[in-house]
């Protein structure tokens, strides 16, 4: 009778180790490999990507797993911890529907909400998949080692879909550029950089061969892409988290003074001529890449709704903007985003919006990080989760991340996020031992 239910037991395990390890590499391919790769760049459909059935089809797919996802984080021994904190992102979240019910174009902010508590849902369950540490690692070397195939398969068999052309509409300035499937050499090189990290915890956790040829992959296309700030962050970071694993005193300093300054200096630079000017006498590109006029732009209709912003997702390539003509006298009006997530959240959402973002993203992962024990804080899983909060939130000064719903750079973000939170207060599960008392995160 003991042995039936033993077995019983052993194979409902089974069952859910074989239902965790599809959720989380059909979750991991989704984001980073796409339904629709290899996107061509020169046909005039590219000029409204929302349009064609692949974007039906998106939205069918990201229904369907984020039932799968919340249906096995409900089952899960687990699931107080899915979308945790709660009543920050509460607040947080019900401030952004706010701010968009008010605002000009409502529909885009609902849909942008919902959206982005979906991913928030997804990456809360994702870390709870796998069975063990081991079996992370394994899943998500696997994972990468399909998505950096699909890269270099695009560079040798479909080159001009998967390096950018001259005859490219939007940006032809790019010939020559790696993309591979992404849709731009920027994303390209934002990926090769997490792909990089993943690289060195699987070199430490599951297989060092395995973990080599990812690390080496990626840097190659990283090189590739000509992405020039990705490439210099990916030294750049894995420096400062060393600093900031040595270094317990100065871990908000790194942090909070580190990001205030780089924004400062980026952002900064644009709207303070005095600023600009000493920035270009230091041999830097005051512009940050032709970014200057978007950001004097942004801070001018920023200054006009401090408080609400206008809105989530509710600014640009709105009709007021796409269709102002001449009224408004800078390119900036056409721009995409705001290429710094930080301007881009107070921009749309106020100052109340950026002040909840920064309590969710910064403030609460350095105290995860400190309640760290000292025996954990120097395992590579904790390594991998600092290396990329790291990363997101300097690259964020450069680029729109934060609650990019589609965006495997968010998605990637808001898990190492809960991966903090979970180091922070569970004990990890070795294969196979189970642990009592505690409460035992599964990755």
Excluded at 1 to 24: C, H, I, P, W, Y
Excluded at 218 to 232: Q, R
Aim: charged share 15%; net charge positive.
């Amino acid at each position: 009778m003991s042995g039936a239910s033993g077995r019983e037991a052993n194979q409902a395990d089974a069952g859910k180790v074989r239902v965790g390890t599809f959720l989380f590499m059909a979750i991991f391919l989704f984001f980073w490999i796409s339904i629709d790769p290899f996107v061509d760049l020169t046909g005039e459909a590219v000029l409204d990507p929302s349009a064609g059935n692949s974007n039906r089809l998106n939205q069918i797919i990201s229904l369907l797993l984020f039932a799968g996802m919340l249906g096995y984080g409900l089952a899960h021994p687990m699931r107080d911890t899915i979308l945790q904190p709660r009543l920050l992102l509460a607040i947080l979240f019900s401030w952004f529907l706010f701010v968009s019910l008010i605002s000009a174009h409502p529909t885009l902010g609902i849909k942008g909400v919902i959206l982005a508590v979906m991913v928030t849902v997804n990456a809360s369950v994702y870390l709870l998949l796998p069975a063990s540490e081991r079996h992370f690692a394994k899943m998500l070397g696997i994972g990468t080692l399909i998505m950096l195939g699909v890269a270099y398969y695009g560079i040798v068999f479909k080159p001009t879909l998967a390096i950018h052309q001259a005859s490219e509409l939007r940006e032809p300035m790019n010939a020559g550029l790696w993309r591979g499937h992404f849709p731009h050499k920027n994303s390209a090189a934002s990926a090769m950089v997490l792909a990089a990290f993943f690289g060195l915890f699987v070199m430490n956790t599951w297989s060092r061969v395995a973990g080599l040829a990812i690390f080496v992959l990626s840097f190659l296309f990283l090189v590739k892409t000509g992405g020039k700030t990705s490439t210099a962050m990916l030294p750049a970071i894995l420096i400062v988290a060393w600093l900031f694993e040595k270094m317990r005193p100065l871990r908000a300093p790194i942090v909070i003074g580190g990001v205030g300054l780089f924004n400062l200096f980026a952002v900064g630079s644009a709207v303070f001529r005095p600023l600009g000017e000493f920035i270009s006498g230091l041999g830097i590109d005051a512009t940050f890449t032709n970014r200057a006029d978007i950001w004097r732009f942004a801070f001018s209709a920023l200054a006009e709704r401090p408080l609400t912003g206008y809105g989530f997702r509710a600014f640009w390539q709105t009709e007021e903007l796409v269709y102002s003509g001449g009224s408004v006298e800078t390119w900036a009006v056409a721009a995409a985003n705001g290429h710094n997530s930080f301007l881009d959240i107070a921009l749309t959402t106020g100052f109340p919006g950026l002040l909840l973002t920064l309590t969710w993203l910064i403030f609460l992962p350095l105290r995860d990080i400190s309640r760290i024990p000292a025996d954990r804080e120097q395992a590579p899983l904790t390594r991998l989760f600092v290396r990329i909060w790291l990363y997101t939130i300097f690259h964020a000064g450069l680029e729109t991340l934060f609650f990019e719903g589609g965006s495997l750079i968010w998605f990637t973000f808001v898990f190492a996020l809960y991966g903090l939170n979970l180091q922070s207060t569970a004990v990890l599960a070795e294969d196979a031992v189970p642990t009592k008392r505690k409460r035992v995160a599964h990755a």
